[in-house]
């Protein structure tokens, strides 16, 4: 997750329908774009950062009471990746691409009850292969 502009204006609050419409989409492992760089305490909220990112620092005023919404995170992860999910269509969204930036808030035109996933350039070069005619992953 990363951000622009509107600094500390990221709550969980506005951040789960975004988190939410990713997970549909198949994401299923978060990043955090954040600034480490806090070194005073004097100086709150003490941005270290240039105009992108998440802000997501001991400074943020919720970030004593982010533990329910890391943990919303980490548990719908880490339940996705149980799955093992098949798709009928294999979707390249570019090297310098954002899938939400891409599609705000609908999904790509993939015909009615096609399943289908991302991929990203080190995926399709590193872990696509062909076995009887059917492009598969290592999971299969």
Do not use: C
């Not at 802000?55 to 982010?66: I, K, L, S, V």
């Not at 990203?120 to 292969?129: E, K």
């Amino acid at each position: 997750m990363t951000a622009r502009g509107n600094t500390w204006a990221f709550s969980p609050e506005r951040l789960k329908p975004t988190a939410d419409m990713e997970l549909a989409m198949g994401v299923n492992r978060f990043v955090i774009h954040t600034s480490v760089h806090q070194p005073v305490n004097d100086k709150i909220p003490g941005l270290g950062l240039g105009p992108y990112g998440q802000w997501f620092t001991r400074h943020e005023t919720w970030a004593e009471q982010a533990e329910p919404w890391i943990t919303y995170l980490s548990r719908s992860s880490f339940m996705l990746q149980q799955g093992e999910f098949v798709a009928d269509v294999v979707y390249y969204y570019g090297e310098d691409n954002n899938i939400t930036a891409l599609f705000g808030n609908k999904l790509p035109d993939i015909p009615d009850s096609y399943n289908y996933d991302f991929i990203n350039s080190d995926a399709l070069v590193n872990l696509l292969s062909v076995k009887e005619n059917r492009i598969i992953s290592p999971s299969e």
